[in-house]
């Protein structure tokens, strides 16, 4: 399976798009560079998957790479449930165009309802 390294060894990568998903699923959609959010919509919809699942084993899962219990909560009690009809494609991407700085393409990424 092919992955998107963005700059990082493996044990900050993971961290990062641990606590990247984890707001995603918390706030529903969260603003960050193209790169990063294409390397966050896997994780993203793996989670949502693993929501639709619904069992202990999935719930644990996702345990495991959520940082936050309730967002873990909220992800199978209402996210997977709105998801059901779906079959993939949780995610949207939305550009925003270059940020000030740096001029890095910034974008928006967010849960599809």
Excluded: W
Excluded at 16 to 39: D, H, P, W
Excluded at 42 to 69: C, F, S, W
């Amino acid at each position: 399976m092919a992955y998107q390294k963005i700059s990082r060894k493996s044990g900050p990568r993971k961290a990062l798009l641990r606590s990247q998903v984890t707001a995603l699923l918390k706030n529903g959609r969260i603003e960050t560079t193209a790169a990063k959010a294409k390397a966050i919509r896997p994780v993203a919809e793996k989670m949502i998957t693993l929501a639709k699942q619904g069992d202990l084993h999935a719930r644990r899962q996702a345990l495991a790479n959520l940082y936050d219990e309730t967002v873990v909560k909220d992800l199978f009690e209402k996210i997977g449930p709105r998801c059901e009809a779906r079959e993939g494609g949780y995610t949207r991407i939305i550009p925003l165009g270059p940020r000030r700085g740096d001029s890095a393409p910034m974008v928006i990424i967010e849960l599809i309802d």
